[in-house]
């Protein structure tokens, strides 16, 4: 166990719709990442929080939006539905958000778009 | 921009047998490497990384990498392999220098062991 909490694990849904994947990171890590694994795109790095601030952004689509809460806790964002936006969302956490960290992956969140 | 190439997609491999695991990056003045492994139906966990020192990691399940800096390789070896090694391994590059923190993952490789 990671420590990294993902909620929900399986969501299927339709196309155009959106839905909200929710993170809670490991007791006291500041920074969480967002990743999206898909067959054909592998592990894509989509964003990273670090104490409620974006950090940094890789390929994620305006689409998708994220943010960090005060608790520290995070959504992610995905709006009007492609079948291409199936895959497996992972949200991520470590201490400091710096590059040497350790970054501790949580189980992952299974989108299905119909 | 940093980048990484696992040269093998899938490795099989009989139980008991050595294996290696290949990654390339692309270079720069200097980086961190990692090693994170996937079960099936499980999200990533780091088997190693180097930051700086010995070029010789050693991880946890018996895995070691060795940095070769003029190669720029970061391959991962295991002298004897178990059945529950079975799993995807990915290769993953950050850069030091940067504000933010971007760590790139190879596309990842399924090693099979074969009873």
């Known amino acids: 166990d990671s420590g990294v909490t993902q909620t929900p694990k399986h969501l299927i849904t339709a196309t155009g719709q959106r839905v909200t994947l929710r993170c809670s990171p490991r007791?006291?890590?500041?920074?969480v990442y967002w990743y999206q694994q898909s067959l054909d795109q592998g592990l894509q790095f989509l964003i990273h929080?670090?104490?409620?601030?974006?950090?940094a952004k890789g390929n994620i689509l305006e689409r998708f939006s994220a943010q960090q809460f005060p608790d520290l806790h995070s959504e992610l964002n995905l709006s009007s539905l492609e079948l291409g936006d199936s895959a497996l969302y992972f949200c991520?956490?470590?201490?400091?958000?710096?590059?040497?960290?350790?970054?501790?992956f949580g189980e992952g969140s299974w989108l299905t778009v119909v | 921009a940093q980048s990484v190439t696992q040269l093998d997609s899938q490795v099989p491999v009989f139980e008991e047998a050595p294996v290696e695991l290949r990654c390339n990056y692309s270079?720069?003045?200097?980086?961190?490497l990692f090693w994170y492994v996937q079960y099936p139906n499980q999200g990533l966990q780091l088997l190693l990384k180097?930051?700086?020192?010995?070029?010789l990691v050693k991880g946890i399940n018996g895995f070691e990498a060795e940095f070769n800096k003029s190669q720029t390789s970061f391959h991962l070896r295991k002298p004897s392999v178990h059945i529950s090694d079975t799993a995807e391994y990915f290769c993953?590059?950050?850069?030091?220098?940067?504000?933010?923190?971007?760590?790139?993952f190879g596309a990842g490789t399924r090693l099979f062991v074969k009873a």
């Open positions: 991520a956490s470590s201490d400091r958000g710096s590059g040497g960290d350790t970054i501790y």
């Open positions: 007791s006291g890590d500041l920074s």
């Open positions: 929080y670090y104490n409620g601030e974006e950090r």
């Open positions: 270079s720069s003045v200097s980086v961190y």
């Open positions: 180097y930051l700086s020192g010995s070029t």
């Open positions: 993953a590059v950050s850069d030091p220098n940067t504000g933010g923190f971007k760590t790139i």
